[in-house]
């Protein structure tokens, strides 16, 4: 009877380890196949896209109306909210050409109607700068924080 009973548990903890939450396959973190996270990985794919392709009506869908961006820094010269997106975005763009982002996933956390992303980012692109063109090249780390607005996800800061 003993020997059953070290057998039933070696058999419900080893189909225990196996019923583990279902990841999103392909990612280079382990990343729980949820809705939501799917919903945020679109969202992280829609910017990259609309950022590539230089669409500033695209970048602005994406933002919640509660948008405020620091940059990074205290000086606020720098900071924008939502109706400071197009501006943004307009006046980089009109100094760049052929633009290219790569993100890579390093964190995702979702709590209730709150997530942060945070990603790895290297984008290159064409300067025109008065003195000619110039090629450069960005390399850093950034944490996108969104919010669900009527069921939607839309990002309040790190764009």
């Known amino acids: 009877m003993r020997q059953i009973s070290l057998y039933l548990l070696f058999v419900v903890g080893i189909l225990t380890i196996g019923c583990g939450p279902k990841m999103i396959p392909g990612m280079n973190i382990e990343v729980a196949d949820t809705p939501d996270n799917r919903a945020l990985l679109v969202v992280l794919e829609k910017f990259q896209q609309a950022f590539e392709k230089q669409d500033v009506d695209a970048l602005v869908e994406l933002a919640s109306s509660k948008f405020y961006e620091t940059s990074g820094s205290s000086d606020t010269k720098d900071h924008y ?23 890579t996933l390093k964190d995702m956390v979702v709590e209730e109607d709150q997530a942060t992303i945070d990603y790895r980012f290297v984008t290159r692109y064409l300067m ?15 944490r996108m924080k969104l919010a669900k607005e009527a069921g939607q996800w839309k990002v309040l800061s790190g764009m």
């Open 128 to 142: 025109k700068l008065p003195s000619g063109e110039k090629w450069q090249l960005k390399d850093d780390i950034n």
């Open 81 to 103: 909210d939502y109706e400071g997106i197009r501006k943004h975005f307009s006046e980089h763009f009109n100094l760049v050409e052929k633009c290219t982002l790569n993100i």
